[in-house]
């Protein structure tokens, strides 16, 4: 059996069951400098999600002669948050849950590409100032345009599956992608990134961040957006992110929304988290919700459901399917 530290917060069931199963759970939230100076180094393994950063000094102060760690699971999709090469070098398994919150974040994007098109938020904002702004707000449809989806794994697919039904045409960058699975999808593979902005007005982003996708949103590719649907109606350009902090220049798009370049922009995430100083969120064309993709009782039901799962497979000596280096074991 395993002592597990939970560091950012998990289902009560998944805890329950684990430790019905035996395991020791520790529900606590460590700060940076306390995960530096080893706080993880009496765990065999540590639960954690965006919050919490398992930087290459965390991980070597909580492994081998300094400690015990020997599993981090990522409650969540994203891994850029754990140093992976640091975690294989340590022999740390790292895995995440990566089916679990999908259609939390599919429905979450939705949501946003609505609320661009038909100013939702603006008049929410609006109404509540007392202004009856009903002729300043007319919005366009989604039907009879383009989305481009940066990225086009499970989550951009079930975006473009639902974004095609409300009758949008779609598109993608994905330089991993097999050309039968945009196929398959009705989706158009592109072979560059900045024809997808050229041909759409409507962009989601669904990459991971790395050092090659850091401001991969800037403002070269958001000036060569076309600002007209391919039914003719002129429905201005607008970005959506659910997917992580620091793909899109936050300053760039600002003053794409300050010079009309881009009509909306709807963020789930922020290169700084808590964001509640960044200006963009003050600007009208802008609205955004604070990193909350996978929030739903459903998906952290589902996360802490498989994180169970996973975390008893390791303990059992299984390697656990969703691992990330398996060349470990």
């Known amino acids: 059996m395993g002592r597990i530290a939970v560091t950012d917060g998990m289902d009560e069931i998944a805890v329950k069951y684990l430790e019905e199963m035996g395991h020791e759970v520790v529900l606590q939230h460590y700060s940076a400098e306390e995960l530096a100076a080893g706080a993880l180094s009496t765990f065999d393994a540590v639960v954690i999600r965006s919050a919490t950063k398992m930087t290459g000094e965390v991980i070597h102060n909580s492994s081998g002669r300094n400690g015990q760690l020997k599993l981090i699971g990522r409650a969540g999709v994203g891994i850029d948050n754990i140093d992976l090469p640091a975690s294989t070098s340590s022999r740390i398994a790292v895995c995440n849950t990566p089916g679990a919150s999908t259609h939390a974040v599919v429905e979450l994007t939705i949501g946003h590409l609505l609320a661009c098109a038909r100013h939702i938020t603006t008049g929410d904002r609006t109404l509540r100032a007392g202004e009856w702004a009903k002729k300043q707000l007319r919005g366009t449809e989604l039907s009879g345009k383009r989305l481009g989806l940066i990225g086009f794994g499970r989550i951009a697919q079930g975006v473009g599956q639902a974004a095609r039904a409300l009758g949008m045409t779609l598109h993608t960058y994905d330089p991993y992608l097999p050309a039968e699975v945009a196929a398959d ?8 990134i900045d024809e997808v902005f050229r041909l759409c007005t409507h962009i989601s982003i669904h990459c991971n961040l790395t050092e090659e996708t850091h401001h991969l949103v800037n403002a070269k590719r958001l000036e060569m957006m076309p600002g007209i649907g391919i039914d003719g109606v002129p429905c201005g350009n607008h970005i959506v992110n659910c997917a992580r902090g620091g793909i899109v220049d936050e300053v760039a798009l600002l003053k794409a929304l300050e010079s009309g370049i881009i009509a909306s922009a709807a963020l789930d995430v922020f ?13 009208r064309n802008f609205h ?30 299984k390697k656990p399917k969703s691992i990330i280096n398996p060349e470990i074991f």
């Open 185 to 192: 999808q009705h989706c158009q593979l592109h072979d560059e």
């Open 288 to 317: 955004g919700t604070p990193h909350i993709g996978a929030a739903t009782i459903e998906a952290q039901t589902r996360i802490g459901e498989e994180m169970a799962a996973l975390l008893n497979d390791f303990f059992d000596g």
């Open 271 to 283: 290169e700084k988290e808590p964001t509640l100083d960044n200006p963009i969120i003050h600007h």
